[in-house]
């Protein structure tokens, strides 16, 4: 079955703020943009995105297990879930950093499939991101309609595509978004702040919901 037109549009809502909230990824990809051009910046950023497909196959495949296996491990996967994103949205909300790039913080020089497969590694291979993405597909999915793993898998790819264009812009308008944070660090704290709300908002009603 297709996403309902409340789980795609809340989803996409919530992913935009996940991405384009100050964080390793899009901070690479905005210094590599700075210090080597757009290209390169782009390279990494889609890699980055494409990475994310790894944790769509095991969210898909470990949450529609557990809904088979008992509704009560469900359950706990989603307090688990919501407690941990209710962490992640305190500490953002907490974050009194500023941002500043600079060339000096990009990589190595690499080519640009280099940059991409360092990219998609780096995701595929976080923990973090595997935690995330159990925490935070799961409360859009509805199990009254039926296939959960189908509908796992449409979140994650909605995710993926978001994430495609949003690091795809970061890192071609590299340059003029480095020279706005450097100008205003404090923009990326209130970026934090915003997707903490919205952390914190999303892990009550994850934890909430029956």
Request: charged letters at 10%.
């Amino acid at each position: 079955m297709a996403l309902e037109l409340w789980q795609a549009t809340g989803f996409l809502a919530a992913a935009v703020a996940v991405t384009v909230s100050p964080g390793p990824d899009n901070m690479m990809i905005l210094s590599l943009g700075i210090a080597r051009g757009r290209r390169q910046g782009m390279a990494f950023g889609l890699g980055c995105a494409l990475g994310c497909l790894s944790h769509t196959a095991l969210a898909a495949l470990g949450v529609s297990a557990l809904i088979a296996a008992s509704a009560w491990a469900f359950m706990g996967l989603k307090i688990c879930g919501g407690v941990y994103l209710v962490w992640l949205g305190v500490q953002a909300v907490r974050s009194r950093g500023g941002i500043t790039l600079s060339a000096e913080s990009a990589v190595s020089p690499e080519g640009l499939s280099s940059l991409f497969a360092k990219g998609l590694v780096a995701n595929a291979i976080n923990p973090k991101v595997v935690l995330f993405f159990l925490a935070f597909l799961p409360q859009f999915v509805s199990v009254e309609h039926g296939g959960v793993a189908w509908q796992t898998a449409q979140l994650g790819a909605l995710f993926t595509v978001q994430a495609v264009l949003l690091f795809g812009a970061i890192g071609y308008f590299s340059g003029w978004v480095g020279q706005a944070f450097n100008r205003s660090p404090r923009t990326g704290t209130w970026l934090d702040r915003i997707a903490g709300g919205i952390f914190i908002g999303l892990g009550i009603k994850l934890m909430a919901t029956p």
